[in-house]
């Protein structure tokens, strides 16, 4: 009887558990949510009936009350689709579902989340309307919907998200006009509508938004006249493809007439959803986030201070100058990592309390062998706290912005660095260098001074460094730089005739010959509190050009990070192209004449279309040599006395005695009294 009795008790124990257990409405609706994101069960096993979720669930964070307040399962590979259940986590701030393949509509339901912020599903398949509930969500303040396949209208209602401060929804097939409701969003910075099937008019009412710094609205059907307010944002405001847009003030549009002029009580035009459009490049766009131990529900006019302007080049002719911002940051999940990062700016916030099985830091600069030079806020060689935080990007998301180094992204390999192409969870395009451990300066002082100098160098010639990242884990160091699109000057040499779309107009040839000088010469100077620095590695390879031709000097001050074997190493390459200075032989060191000598290989190179530079050209240029110095592609299409100068000047960079070359800055001169 007492047997029996235990028994009971044992029955009515686990079945109270039990209950206790399916009877969490939390945990029913994450287990829901589960079966719609995945499945076929491969991706979520740690998502359990018997788990914890704030401790055992991947991708789960929850809040000091044990509720779930954070789902971070981007770029996971998720197949399947979003659940209405997803409802039901009544205390959710951040959602992240961005780079899976997701299907299926967005459910009208997600409208629910009262305390969502940051809501990020874009790079899925996802397709429908989107809802129009999601104008009621009233402490949204990120919704990237881009790169999906959406159609129909932008609804109306979301010009009630007072808090939004970006909207992203470039890439889909929306088609309709643009809601003037989305004026009222005074604290909205980006807004992105491009490559969609947008028609109508720009409203007024949205450049008269006081934080706005980016607007984007390239490929749609849009017409009529451009408010002229726009212009205040600069490269900021994106319109190219539009072919029926007009305007005073702005680059490539047409003066408007009578017949642009819109009668301003027409009503807006909504059309229905369209089909057939393929997606695009990937521009840039911007974060949010949440700040300290509580999600910040405050004005996004004292978040989002500008900090400057930095150019950054996407696929397919993508956003350049967005100008670089500090958002609040976000930790998302469990492994202690998962940042947002927008300017590479980084702090170490939490978001409502979130607790989290893994304490570890959010990034550290750290290698093996105990080497941490900027651990416990450390600066060993003046790398202030201030450059080292505005620089520092988190390990985690430089995995998932390069699909965790997959092969597919990988742009180039060297003895000693690896870059892969990586889109940052804003849709930044980027380059990650990887260089291993073993390749950089051991010494812990030089290192940082190599870093900082980095840090330093801000040129419209230069390719743009946006932050690092090292990790004793990978036993390696990344530098995150802008992603430049059109690849580097080599690609333009050596044209065929099946190439046309490679070869280069003779005022783009003279206008890449100068800017490439601007950024040496900013290298040699000491302008800007930086050091005069010699390139050392100058080559076509290491000139990147953007999608407005401009070339950006790349690798500038890398060097400085690489042990002294290794950057030997790299001179081979430089040697048999014939980029390396004679002098280098026999006095064993670069100076700012060697990067000179490597510059008039460069002219010779673009004069004559070729990798392989012809005979120096005699001090005296016949103009009937011309003929044969010059790329025989452009068909007698350029300026002879240009020509002639170019070629002057190729040859007093290229002089055996380095005393005889000129300076960067006297080369500059001429070219801008000259050319």
Not at 85 to 103: D, F, M, R, T
Not at 435 to 462: A, D, Q, V, Y
Not at 585 to 603: A, N
């Amino acid at each position: 009887m007492a047997f029996h009795s235990l028994l009971l008790l044992v029955f009515l124990s686990v079945a109270d558990s039990s209950v206790v257990v399916l009877g969490s409405p939390e945990l029913r609706a994450l287990m829901e949510v589960k079966a719609a994101l995945d499945p076929k069960g491969m991706v979520l096993a740690s998502w359990t009936e018997d788990g914890n979720p704030c401790g055992d669930f991947d991708g789960v964070a929850c809040n000091k009350n044990g509720k779930v307040a954070n789902i971070s399962l981007q770029g996971k590979g998720l197949t399947g689709s979003i659940s209405p259940a997803i409802a039901q986590l009544k205390c959710l701030s951040g959602l992240y579902l961005h780079y899976n393949v997701l299907s299926g509509v967005i459910p009208k339901e997600i409208s629910n989340l009262t305390e969502l912020t940051d809501l990020y599903l874009n790079v899925n398949n996802l397709s429908g309307n989107i809802p129009e509930e999601l104008g009621n969500m009233a402490s949204l303040q990120v919704l990237q919907l881009c790169y999906n396949q959406l159609t129909g209208s932008i609804p109306t209602q979301l010009g009630s998200l007072n808090r939004l401060a970006v909207l992203a929804l470039q890439s889909n097939h929306l088609s309709g006009a643009i809601p003037a409701s989305l004026g009222d969003l005074t604290q909205l910075m980006r807004l992105d509508l491009s490559f969609n099937h947008l028609f109508g008019s720009i409203p007024v009412k949205l450049a008269q938004i006081p934080q706005l710094i980016v607007l984007d609205l390239r490929n749609n059907t849009l017409s009529g006249s451009v408010p002229p307010e726009l212009k205040r944002l600069n490269e900021g405001f994106q319109y190219g493809n539009n072919t029926n847009l007009c305007g005073v003030g702005f680059s490539s549009l047409r003066e408007c007439t009578s017949a642009d002029v819109l009668n301003p009580n027409r009503p807006e035009p909504f059309g229905p959803g369209a089909n057939g459009l393929t997606r695009q490049g990937i521009p840039q766009s911007a974060d949010v986030n949440c700040n300290n131990t509580q999600c910040v529900k405050s004005s996004k006019s004292s978040a989002g201070a500008i900090v400057g302007g930095i150019a950054a080049v996407a696929v397919g002719g993508l956003v350049s100058g967005l100008l670089a911002f500090s958002w609040y940051r976000r930790r998302k999940q469990k492994i202690g990592s998962a940042l947002e990062v927008s300017d590479s700016r980084l702090s170490t916030d939490h978001p409502k309390d979130i607790y989290r099985r893994s304490a570890s830091p959010l990034i550290s600069l750290e290698y093996s062998n105990g080497w941490d030079p900027l651990a416990d806020g450390r600066s060993g060689v003046g790398f202030s706290q201030e450059v080292s935080q505005s620089f520092r990007f988190n390990l985690e998301e430089v995995e998932c912005a390069t699909q965790y180094f997959s092969d597919v992204n990988l742009l180039g390999k060297s003895n000693f660095a690896a870059t892969y192409k990586g889109i940052l969870r804003d849709g930044t395009m980027v380059a990650v260098k990887s260089i291993n451990k073993t390749s950089c300066r051991t010494e812990e002082s030089e290192f940082l001074k190599g870093l900082k100098i980095l840090t330093m160098l801000r040129h419209e010639n230069l390719v743009g460094l946006r932050g690092f990242c090292c990790s004793r884990g990978r036993g390696e160091c990344f530098l995150v730089y802008d992603f430049i699109s059109n690849g580097s000057l080599l690609q333009y040499l050596d044209v065929k005739g099946d190439e046309n779309h490679k070869l280069l107009e003779w005022s783009t040839r003279v206008s890449i010959i100068k800017g490439i000088a601007k950024g040496i010469e900013y290298l040699h100077s000491n302008r800007g509190n930086k050091p005069s620095l010699v390139h050392q590695s100058i080559s076509a390879e290491k000139v990147l050009i953007d999608h407005h031709f401009k070339p950006l000097l790349s690798g500038s001050g890398l060097h400085k990070l690489l042990a002294d074997d290794v950057v030997f190493s790299t001179l081979k390459a430089s040697a048999a192209m014939g980029y390396l200075a004679p002098e280098y032989t026999t006095i064993g060191r670069f100076t700012e004449k060697s990067d000179v000598y490597s510059f008039g290989v460069i002219i010779l190179q673009i004069l004559t279309g070729k990798t392989k530079t012809p005979p120096r050209p005699k001090p005296e240029v016949e103009s009937n040599k011309l003929e044969d110095l010059i790329d025989e592609n452009l068909k007698g299409h350029f300026s002879k006395p240009e020509a002639a100068k170019l070629a002057s000047i190729a040859l007093l960079c290229t002089s055996e005695i380095p005393n005889q070359r000129p300076t960067m800055e006297t080369v500059l001169q001429e070219l801008n009294n000259t050319c």
